[in-house]
C-alpha cells in the first residue's frame, strides 16, 4: 500500500529561480564586464562616477591646426619728424633737469642735456659738463669748447649745424673722471638723443666718450681714426679738445679723424689749415 502523503504537508515546488551558476563563470562575466567598462572610459564614451555608470558628453572637436601666420614685419625706422625730434629733446633735457639717478644731482650747478640741430650731419660727444658748462648749462662753452668750435668750422660746418652733446649731463665735482655707475645711470639719456638725432656721423671725444659707446680696452690712441658701429650709425673716435689743448701735437691725428669724417659724409673741407691748430 502506497503511502500517502500528510495533508498538511505542501507538495514539492519546483523552484522558479534558474539555476545558480558556477561562482567561476560569474567572475569570468564580472571579469569581462569591467574590461569592458574600463575600454569605453578610455574611448571617453562613458564616466564612471560612485553612483554608476554615465554615458560621456560627446568630445569636442578637435581644434583645426593653426598655421602659424608670420608677425607683420617692423616698419623699418624713418626719418623722425623735425617737431617729434626736438620733443624728444625737450623731454631728455627736462628729465635730466628732474633727475636724481646718481648722486651728481646733488652738486651740479644746472643740467646740462647738450644743445644743437635736431637733424645734424655730426653729433660730436664729450665726457661731462665743466666749471662752465655747469654755470651755464651748455655743453662745450670752456676752454675746450672754443677750440671744439674752431674744429667743427674748420670742417666747414657752423656750431648751431651739429649737435653738442655730454655723456654725463651732470657735472662731477672738480671735473674728476666720471664714476663707472655715474654713467651707467646716465648713458639712457645720451641714447635716447642719439636715436631722436640720427645723426649721419657721431664724433667721440676722448676715451671716456669713446668707452662710454664702444666698449673696448683698447686705448683712445689705438681706436682713434677708426670707425665704429653703434645702433646702426657710424662713430668715429678722437681726442677730447682738453687734451688737444694740452698736447697740441696731437692736433694733426685729430683733424686726421674729422677729415675722415668729412669724406664719409661726402664733403671736403675748406681748404685752409685746420682750425684745430
Ligand atoms: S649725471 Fe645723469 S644720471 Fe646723474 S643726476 Fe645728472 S642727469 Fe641724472
Excluded at 117 to 145: K, N, S, T, W, Y
Excluded at 244 to 266: C, I, M, T, Y
Aim: aromatic share 4%; hydrophobic share 40%; proline share 13%.
Amino acid at each position: 500500500m502506497p503511502m500517502s502523503r500528510p495533508a498538511s504537508t505542501p507538495p514539492p515546488r519546483e523552484s522558479l529561480a534558474a539555476p545558480a551558476a558556477p561562482a567561476a563563470q560569474v567572475q569570468a562575466l564580472l571579469r569581462d564586464l569591467t574590461a569592458y567598462l574600463r575600454s569605453l572610459q578610455e574611448d571617453g564614451l562613458v564616466t564612471v562616477e560612485s553612483s554608476g555608470v554615465r554615458r560621456a558628453a560627446p568630445a569636442a572637436p578637435a581644434p583645426k591646426p593653426v598655421r602659424p601666420v608670420a608677425p607683420p614685419p617692423a616698419p623699418a625706422p624713418g626719418p623722425v619728424a623735425a617737431g617729434d625730434t626736438e620733443a624728444a629733446l625737450r623731454q631728455v633735457a627736462a628729465e635730466a633737469a628732474a633727475c636724481t639717478r646718481c648722486g651728481l644731482h646733488r652738486t651740479r650747478t644746472r643740467p646740462v642735456p647738450g644743445q644743437g640741430a635736431p637733424h645734424p650731419d655730426i653729433l660730436f660727444v664729450g665726457e661731462a659738463p665743466g666749471e662752465d658748462e655747469d654755470r651755464e648749462g651748455l655743453a662745450f662753452v670752456g676752454a675746450a669748447g672754443q677750440l671744439l668750435t674752431k674744429m667743427i668750422e674748420a670742417m666747414g660746418y657752423r656750431r648751431e649745424e651739429v649737435f653738442i652733446a655730454n655723456v654725463l649731463k651732470c657735472r662731477p665735482p672738480g671735473n674728476r673722471t666720471p664714476a663707472p655707475d655715474e654713467m651707467t645711470a646716465c648713458l639712457p639719456f645720451l641714447r635716447r638723443q642719439i636715436a631722436a638725432l640720427r645723426p649721419k656721423a657721431i664724433v667721440a671725444l676722448g676715451s671716456v666718450a669713446t668707452h662710454a659707446l664702444v666698449p673696448s680696452d683698447a686705448t683712445i690712441s689705438r681706436m682713434r681714426g677708426h670707425w665704429y658701429p653703434f645702433e646702426g650709425l657710424a662713430l668715429m673716435p678722437t681726442f677730447h679738445p682738453a687734451y688737444l689743448l694740452r698736447n697740441p701735437s696731437a692736433k694733426r691725428e685729430a683733424w686726421a679723424d674729422l677729415q675722415a669724417v668729412l669724406q664719409k659724409l661726402g664733403r671736403t673741407p675748406p681748404s685752409r689749415p685746420a682750425a684745430a691748430g
